[in-house]
T-cell receptor, first 113, second 112 residues
């Protein structure tokens, strides 16, 4: 069966520090991968998605970047965190098929202080 | 910009009652409508989904009703239980797209 791992679960970082969040998927090949941000009490904002190694599409201009160095690995990064980067970050995967159902990881709670 | 409008923002239902969450969309090119359930501190999990060529889909206590002409769909939770207390998101997928457009969520509280 397919599983998605996302870490760390919680992260507290000072303003101006770098960020690296990692997501890996097991049990499937060539998944579509997604990074979302969820602000408190808000919906899900798509940040990046990837349909293959090295292929990254950005949905909103921001202080973040994403990379996909391996088929089932998706990394969210920042060189210098801002206060506004605080939030709940979610990784998700899907495969081509009816509905392109997305499955989410457990999320990373990022607090930038 | 494609949008999915979800209401209400929050909902309090007594145990055993019916919870109803509504969503409306504008883009007629959407071809798949999933609902996700999210517990605090967890990622959303797919609950139930429907295609626009179906007017209703039922899975246990959860039912999606779909009105294509009105561009609206809703989630009904029958016999609501305290364990159903969570945030529910409706979503819509564009035809030929990888992306989901999410509603802003409904926080459901089921009280004993």
């Amino acid at each position: 069966s397919q599983t998605i791992h996302q870490w760390p679960a919680t992260l507290v970082q000072p303003v101006g520090s770098p960020l690296s969040l990692e997501c890996t998927v097991e049990g499937t090949s060539n998944p579509n991968l997604y990074w979302y941000r969820q602000a408190a009490g808000r919906g899900l904002q798509l940040l990046f998605y990837s349909v293959g190694i090295g292929q990254i599409s950005s949905e909103v201009p921001q202080n973040l970047s994403a990379s996909r160095p391996q088929d089932r690995q998706f990394i969210l990064s920042s060189k210098k965190l801002l206060l506004s980067d605080s939030g709940f970050y979610l990784c998700a995967w899907s495969v081509l098929g009816p509905g392109n159902i997305q499955y989410f990881g457990a999320g990373t709670r990022l607090s930038v202080l | 910009q494609q949008q999915v409008k979800q209401s209400p923002q929050s909902l309090i239902v007594q145990k055993g009652g019916i919870s109803i969450i509504n969503c409306a969309y504008e883009n007629t090119a959407f071809d798949y409508f999933p609902w996700y359930q999210q517990f605090p501190g967890k990622g959303p999990a797919l609950l139930i989904a429907i295609r626009p060529d179906v007017s209703e889909k039922k899975e246990g206590r959860f039912t999606i009703s779909f009105n294509k002409s009105a561009k609206q769909f809703s989630l009904h939770i029958m016999d609501s239980q305290p364990g159903d207390s969570a945030t529910y998101f409706c979503a819509a997928k564009g035809a030929g797209s990888y992306q989901l457009t999410f509603g802003k969520g409904t926080k459901l509280s089921v009280i004993p």
